[in-house]
């Protein structure tokens, strides 16, 4: 019963719609093959903007209102981390920014910046990173106990590592990092 007749205007760059009946008796479906993950990602882009570490869950729920279709766990899994590479980018072009350790020395002068690497392929690639800004090292001798405890994680992701932190203890008692070391 529903059907629709539109014809292409020759001067417009639309449709007019010449005939339409609204009567319908299909079922609603909420499933649509052509439902894209990156088309997802394009769409809602400024939400992931404002809040990166929206949880898969919300961003599912609220497209699924939104547009009224169906969204599997993985589309929203893959559109949100193609939008967090397109606005954060990847994790190689992020080390890329490391090989610019001047605005550290600029911004805190006196600052100690190492930046070690390995030729791999006959490229210097990115291998450990130390910093110790100018501030904290005053705020240590000037203020701190004299107490060094070194304290680590292991990072987690595609290049994996182990952040060091040395930490001491200011007269408040409370923990004071001052050396970074990835």
């Not at 007749?5 to 609204?22: M, N």
């Not at 961003?59 to 009224?68: G, L």
């Not at 080390?95 to 490229?123: C, F, H």
Request: aromatic share 10%; net charge positive; hydrophobic share 40%.
């Amino acid at each position: 019963m529903w059907r629709i007749h539109a014809c292409a205007l020759k001067s417009e760059c639309t449709f007019q719609i010449r005939d339409y009946v609204p009567n319908h008796t299909c079922n609603i479906t909420f499933h649509v093959k052509n439902m894209k993950s990156t088309w997802l990602s394009k769409k809602y882009m400024h939400k992931f903007k404002i809040d990166p570490k929206r949880g898969i869950k919300g961003f599912r729920v609220d497209a699924i209102e939104e547009i009224r279709c169906n969204i599997t766990r993985n589309q929203a899994a893959r559109a949100k981390r193609f939008t967090l590479l397109m606005l954060e980018g990847s994790a190689s072009e992020q080390y890329a920014l490391l090989w610019t350790t001047d605005e550290i020395k600029r911004s805190n002068p006196g600052s100690t910046v190492i930046l070690g690497t390995e030729q791999e392929g006959g490229q210097n690639m990115f291998d450990r990173f130390y910093v110790c800004l100018q501030a904290l090292k005053l705020n240590f001798l000037n203020g701190c106990r004299p107490v060094i405890c070194v304290d680590g994680c292991h990072l987690k992701g595609a290049y994996g590592g182990v952040l060091l932190s040395a930490v001491s203890i200011d007269p408040k008692t409370i923990s004071f990092p001052f050396v970074m070391l990835w």
